[in-house]
């Protein structure tokens, strides 16, 4: 008898599973919403069929390396894992020792949404500090930046900034080399979590590398899940130096995969042609189509700068209350009536325009 999912004598691949939910519905909650981009399924079924070398050993992996470095450089090394909690954790605890401190924007995911695992797994200690649209600047990590020889403080050791930031907001190359220069010169390393990285290259109309390896960034958390991957994100040291035991805190945080082909993959498809740019540039498209038309709707305040894919606005409660039944997606800031609404690598300019035409009136029977 042939199980579900495989092949049987015929060839013939066959599933008992039942599609249950409706694929034409799309909302503004998450990048994270998206399904998994038709290339991307299609980069899978490739590698899939016989059998590759688990743990990393596969051919995959392998040729992973060279498709990260002619984006980043000739020292880059790459190391998949499952998430993007499992990257940050990861190459945080490869850049900290036991006492070691990490100084990062309060609105941090690493501080704000990752259940505490870089502090409880990684057992380090997270220095946040307001910030302004999320981003850190030299005087600002000054405020955690002391107390090395204090051993009743901990040691700060890395700043870790996101590109994107959790606020939406782009950070220049310009503005990431002076962060970096800014902790180097205090004996400090540099984490960039970029799980919206490919969007930061798009709306800066840079290469990968200049805000990355060339503006001095030791560690990088790169993402894909969000860029129409099904699963996993990728480690890159950019300074190996910046580093220690990678491969062993991998496997220790329970990220090494064992069929790590299907995640290697996945980035190939991603980055070895315009995939990256083509989806993370239309999901930055369609934010902007939809800051447009929010703006015209009276009683509704963009908060922060529309940079990448996420719109963040201020309306009143019971609108956004109402039109949450319409359209799923979250409050960010629910005392201050704040929510936020994010575009996607499928969203579609109808999907926009709906969603505009909803809120508009949802303020109108205010």
């Known amino acids: 008898?042939?199980?579900?999912?495989?092949?049987?004598?015929?060839?013939?691949?066959?599933?008992?599973?039942?599609?249950?939910?409706?694929?034409?519905?799309?909302?503004?909650?998450?990048?994270?919403?998206?399904?998994?981009?038709?290339?991307?399924?299609?980069?899978?079924?490739?590698?899939?069929?016989?059998?590759?070398?688990?743990?990393?050993?596969?051919?995959?992996?392998?040729?992973?390396?060279?498709?990260?470095?002619s984006h980043l450089g000739p020292r880059a090394e790459v190391f998949p894992v499952f998430n993007g909690?499992?990257?940050?954790?990861?190459?945080?605890?490869?850049?900290?020792?036991?006492?070691?401190?990490?100084?990062?924007?309060?609105?941090?995911?690493?501080?704000?949404?990752?259940?505490?695992?870089?502090?409880?797994?990684?057992?380090?200690?997270?220095?946040?500090?307001?910030?302004?649209?999320?981003?850190?600047?030299?005087?600002?990590?000054?405020?955690?930046?002391?107390?090395?020889?204090?051993?009743?403080?901990?040691?700060?050791?890395?700043v870790s900034i996101t590109q994107t930031t959790e606020l939406g907001s782009c950070y220049t190359p310009e503005e990431i080399r002076?962060?970096?220069?800014?902790?180097?010169?205090?004996?400090?390393?540099?984490?960039?979590?970029?799980?919206?990285?490919?969007?930061?290259?798009?709306?800066?109309?840079?290469?990968?590398?200049?805000?990355?390896?060339?503006?001095?960034?030791?560690?990088?958390?790169?993402?894909?899940?969000?860029?129409?991957?099904?699963?996993?994100?990728?480690?890159?040291?950019?300074?190996p130096d910046a580093v220690r035991a990678m491969k062993h805190l991998r496997k220790l945080s329970m990220q090494l995969a064992s069929k790590m082909r299907f995640v290697s993959v996945q980035f190939e498809a991603l980055l070895s042609g315009d995939l990256w740019r083509r989806s993370a540039a239309h999901a930055n498209a369609m934010a902007q189509r939809l800051a447009a038309g929010v703006r015209e709707v009276p009683g509704v305040e963009i908060v922060h700068p529309v940079e990448a894919n996420a719109v963040f606005a201020r309306l009143p409660r019971d609108a956004a209350e109402r039109l949450q039944k319409r359209h799923r997606f979250y409050f960010w800031d629910e005392e201050a009536g704040i929510v936020r609404w994010m575009c996607a690598f499928d969203t579609t300019a109808a999907d926009v325009d709906a969603f505009t035409a909803a809120l508009a009136e949802e303020m109108h029977r205010r």
């Not at 990590?141 to 050791?157: K, L, N, S, T």
């Open 1 to 69: 008898m042939t199980e579900a999912g495989d092949s049987g004598a015929s060839g013939t691949a066959r599933s008992d599973a039942v599609r249950r939910h409706d694929p034409a519905a799309r909302g503004f909650a998450s990048d994270n919403y998206a399904g998994a981009h038709p290339e991307i399924l299609a980069a899978l079924a490739l590698a899939n069929g016989g059998h590759q070398t688990a743990y990393g050993e596969d051919a995959y992996t392998r040729h992973l390396q060279e498709v990260f470095r």
């Open 178 to 239: 002076a962060v970096c220069d800014h902790a180097h010169e205090r004996g400090m390393t540099v984490h960039l979590d970029g799980s919206r990285i490919a969007n930061a290259a798009a709306s800066l109309g840079e290469p990968l590398r200049a805000f990355t390896t060339d503006a001095g960034v030791d560690t990088l958390s790169f993402g894909g899940t969000k860029n129409g991957l099904l699963f996993g994100e990728c480690v890159v040291v950019l300074n």
């Open 85 to 158: 909690t499992g990257a940050n954790v990861v190459a945080l605890q490869a850049m900290t020792e036991r006492w070691g401190a990490v100084i990062c924007a309060e609105s941090a995911h690493i501080n704000v949404d990752e259940g505490g695992a870089p502090e409880r797994v990684g057992g380090l200690k997270l220095l946040g500090v307001p910030t302004e649209h999320g981003k850190l600047t030299p005087a600002l990590i000054d405020r955690e930046a002391y107390g090395w020889e204090d051993e009743h403080r901990a040691q700060p050791q890395v």
